[in-house]
């Protein structure tokens, strides 16, 4: 299991946000053509430590979580809802063992829609900081 799919898993196994965007969370370049509201992720940055033994095996991972609706309200409930459930959240998923989530910055973001040009989602961007195992 990957930490994106940990997290996918997180947010659908919580209450609001999964009955909210059911399975409608994917990774960048697959949700705005589809049903909203819904959650696109991505990775930024994943640097990795090292000790004299090689690799240290702790990680802090900068993720990007777009939360997307068809009106402005709807997308910054969406994020609301997302930042309740992951800021300090800790667990294991799997393999993965999340030490901490912290939401680091968020920014607005209105998108064209492929499926009509015309038509906008907008969308809550959630950068968020990951310590995992």
């Given at each position: 299991?990957?930490?994106?799919?940990?997290?996918?898993?997180?947010?659908?196994?919580?209450?609001?946000?999964?009955?909210?965007?059911?399975q409608r969370i994917n990774p960048v370049g697959e949700a705005?053509?589809?049903e909203l509201p819904a959650i696109v992720y991505e990775r930024i940055s994943g640097p990795h430590d090292y000790t004299?033994?090689?690799d240290a095996g702790h990680y802090v991972v900068r993720l990007q979580l777009t939360c997307l609706?068809?009106?402005?309200?709807?997308?910054v409930g969406l994020a609301l809802m997302v930042k309740t459930?992951?800021?300090?959240?800790?667990?294991?998923?799997?393999?993965?063992t999340i030490q901490h989530?912290?939401?680091?910055?968020?920014l607005?973001?209105?998108?064209?829609?492929?499926?009509?040009?015309?038509?906008?989602?907008?969308?809550?961007v959630l950068d968020i900081i990951v310590w995992h195992t």
């Open positions: 299991m990957t930490l994106e799919e940990a997290i996918r898993g997180v947010l659908i196994a919580s209450g609001a946000v999964g009955v909210r965007i059911e705005v053509d589809r004299s033994d090689g609706a068809d009106n402005y309200d709807d997308a459930v992951l800021t300090s959240y800790v667990g294991q998923v799997e393999n993965i989530i912290a939401i680091d910055n968020e607005d973001l209105p998108i064209g829609r492929a499926d009509n040009e015309q038509s906008m989602a907008f969308g809550r």
